[in-house]
């Protein structure tokens, strides 16, 4: 970090600083779209949260001013630049990089590392650890603007359950309310919603819909409380003393100022009077950049120092004010101008707060269009309003590895895309990538973009039989995986571990891996190698030089650990997505059911994946899924495995949680056995097995988890 090559410019609304960057391999500066890798040819990512189909070169919904890098010998390094002014940095080919800001302060983070995750468990040891999500909310979600009613959303849901396809999650779009205004009930089309949200609990399901932060302000005094309230509790964003008054989905709108204190307290109010009525289960909080459609508001912004400041960074439409608010805007304590980019993390937090107090003990569950720096305590991301097309599907890898580097693992993009009409064969194709995203749910747009057509469902029951069997296995393979995907959350919650993460996290030194974004890996065992061209039924992947088995054969990747890692071929047929465990890994799985709660009830299975040294770990992390604070009130259980050439045991390192959902341990499948066993037990009682493909499949185990066991074979 050499500030030695050029000056530091700090004046009144700019500041300038540059220095010199490590190595060329410099990852992060979200939220913007591109390959994951940045290029440092003069390339110029500008930070302001702005609403706007995603593109590259434009600022996004998010700000993120932190970037990774690995220096040549294969240490990584982080920098975080803590400031929420407009602000660009310019990556040139020296490589350097260079910031400019308009405002606050240089307030700069150096994380050493040395390994790429520990940067990252460093920068969120800073930031705050990741919320941890319920175990529900890592099911599978479905959405769509546009299913106009009650009816229309449960035809969905039961046609999924009839199909016997995985779902825990139901949504809705804006579609419920009245003029699409906040805590509103459109009676007329949504009246049954109550019910319909029992039937789900019912069926062990649950219920998200969508909050915007504009509320509207043109309703006669009386008539619509949450203006009413925040009028007389004085907690929207001013301008000259006035409401700022701009239109979003109604053609008045006023916009809560979470900054203050009090804008909490309304906002608990709201949601716990909503919840009389409507028991969601989590919330959606979009347009949260916030937006504003037009130019500052319904007449405009004054001229001023802030809405047209002497130099204005690389954002989209070059205006501060475009589809916001005036930046001479007076928010708690400041101007617009200075926290902007913070709208979407406060709402997230006022937000989190008030779920924490309405589902009591329960964790809230929130994804947010807008983040900051600290999301990750409060919720996740999704990633905004994509398109259905091959390309988009691809930049989702991207996105959902830099959010995971950002400290907000549960990310997703909409699978089969948001605008505009899917496809069967996309649509497949995005399932099995989807059901790896961390938060993975499939969402549609209304309309055809610039058009009335209305987007043609994409749930997967709207496609054939053959697409409907292939994304209910992809599906199930995911609900079968959780309790792996679990243990990483419980990981990023505690160490600010990466749940997502691309191969050169593990493989820094392999100069092949630092390219790589069109696959990732689970934690450090699961390698996800999807396809992303249209028509495809091959996927190269890359193989880091390691020992690799296929996860549903568990045969051996040839060739591996060799000279260097290898580019393969694999034959990818339409309903197959390619799934690899890296040897020395030992994954937790659950026999999966069509709800996460069914899933519960199954038996575990253990995948052991030996490493040439004919060894391998893992951890599983157990608790009631749904209790705040599980792990702080030591609420919960943690197991140790461990495996060698000639057994698997258990270790209990914490026995805080014994819960009436299963914990019975049913089998073990071990990879890369190389001699037949003659003989198999278990705790000392000989066990049923079966021999092929160096594969030892250990059956009709009748152990318990939550106490050590021992298998052997010789
Ligand atoms: C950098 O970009 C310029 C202009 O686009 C181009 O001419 C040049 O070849 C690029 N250099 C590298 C190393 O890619
Ligand atoms: C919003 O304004 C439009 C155009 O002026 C008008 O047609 C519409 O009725 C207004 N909507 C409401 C709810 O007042
Ligand atoms: C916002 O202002 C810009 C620049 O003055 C102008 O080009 C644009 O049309 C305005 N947008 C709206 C929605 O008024
Ligand atoms: C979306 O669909 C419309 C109507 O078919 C088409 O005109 C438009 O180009 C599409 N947009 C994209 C980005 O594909
Ligand atoms: C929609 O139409 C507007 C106005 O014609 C145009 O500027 C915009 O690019 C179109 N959007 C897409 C995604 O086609
Ligand atoms: C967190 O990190 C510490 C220190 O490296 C380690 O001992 C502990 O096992 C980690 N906890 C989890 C849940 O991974
Ligand atoms: C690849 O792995 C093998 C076995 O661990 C090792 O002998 C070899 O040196 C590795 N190659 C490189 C380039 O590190
Ligand atoms: C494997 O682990 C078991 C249990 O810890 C131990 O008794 C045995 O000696 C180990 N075998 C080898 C080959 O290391
Ligand atoms: C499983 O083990 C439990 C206790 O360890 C025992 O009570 C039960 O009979 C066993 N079931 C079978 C099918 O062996
Ligand atoms: C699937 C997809 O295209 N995802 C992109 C959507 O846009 C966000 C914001 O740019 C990107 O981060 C995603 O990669």
Known sequence: ??????????????????????????????????????????????????????????????????????????????????????????????????????????DFYVFLGPSPDQVIQQYTEVIGRTFM?????????LCRWGYETVDGTRKITDRMRNAKIPQDVQWNDIDYAIDYKDFTLNEKVFGDLPKFIDELHNNDQHYIHIVDPGIAADSAPGTYEPFDLGKKMDIFIKLDGKYIEGKVWTNVTVFPDFINPRTSEWWYRMISE????????????????????????????????????????????????????????????????????????TEMKATFEAIARIRLEKRPFIISRST????????????????????????????????????????????????????????????????????????????VVNSTEKCKDQDPTAFSEAMQISTRDVLLKRYYLLPYLYTLFHKSHVNGTTVARPLFFEFPHDDYALTVDTQFLWGEALLISPVLQEGAVT?????????WY???????????????????????????????????????????????????????????????????DGELYLDDGDTLDAYEQELYAYVRFQANATSVISQIVKL??????????????????????????ANGVKAQFSYKNKVLTIEKLNLSLLKPFTIVWK
């Open 539 to 547: 996927v190269t992947a890359y193989f880091p030089n390691h020992s």
């Open 550 to 616: 296929d996860f549903d054969t568990g045969v051996r990747v040839p060739g591996l650990p060799g000279e260097t890692g290898k580019n393969l071929n694999l034959k990818t047929p339409m309903d197959k997505i390619n799934l690899h465990i890296r040897g020395g890994n030992i994954i937790p799985a659950q026999e999966p059911g069509i709800t996460t709660k069914e899933s519960r009830q199954n038996k575990f299975h253990l995948i052991v994946a030996l490493c040439t040294k004919n060894e391998a």
């Open 656 to 681: 805080g949680f014994t819960g009436s959902d299963s914990a019975d341990l049913g089998l073990v499948k071990v990879f890369g056995v190389v001699q037949q066993p003659s003989y198999v037990s």
């Open 274 to 345: 909503w919840y009389k009525k409507v028991h969601f289960d989590g919330l959606w909080i979009d347009m949260n950049e916030p937006v504003q459609f037009g130019n500052g508001s319904l007449i405009g912004c004054p001229q001023s120092k802030y809405d047209n400041p002497p130099y204005t960074p690389g954002i989209f439409e070059g205006i501060l004010k475009a589809f916001t608010l005036c930046a001479s805007a007076d928010q708690y304590k400041s101007k617009h101008y200075d926290v902007h980019s913070l709208y979407g993390l």
């Open 1 to 106: 970090f050499n500030c030695g090559i050029g000056p530091l410019i700090f004046a009144d609304q700019f500041i300038q600083l540059s220095s010199s960057l490590a190595s060329k391999y410099i990852y992060g500066l979200g939220e913007h779209r591109g390959s994951f890798l940045h290029d440092v040819n003069w390339s110029r990512y500008a930070f302001w949260s702005r609403d706007v189909f995603p593109a590259e070169n434009l600022n996004l919904y998010s700000v993120h001013p932190f970037y990774l890098s690995i220096e040549d010998d294969g240490n990584a390094h982080g920098v975080f630049l803590l400031n929420s002014n407009t602000m660009e940095a310019i990556l040139q080919p020296s490589p350097s990089i260079t910031w400019r800001t308009i405002g606050g302060i240089l």
């Open 372 to 447: 900051y720096p600290s999301s990750g305590k409060y919720g996740g991301h999704w990633l905004g309003d994509n398109f259905s097309k091959w390309k988009d599907m691809w930049y989702s890898i991207p996105g959902i590895l830099n959010f995971n580097m950002f400290g907000i693992p549960l990310v997703g993009a909409d699978i089969c895309g948001f605008n505009n009409n899917s496809n069967e064969a996309l649509c497949q194709r995005w399932h099995q990538l989807g059901a790896f995203y961390p938060f993975s749910r499939n969402h549609n747009s209304l309309h």
């Open 133 to 141: 999500p319920p175990y529900w909310g890592l099911g599978f979600h």
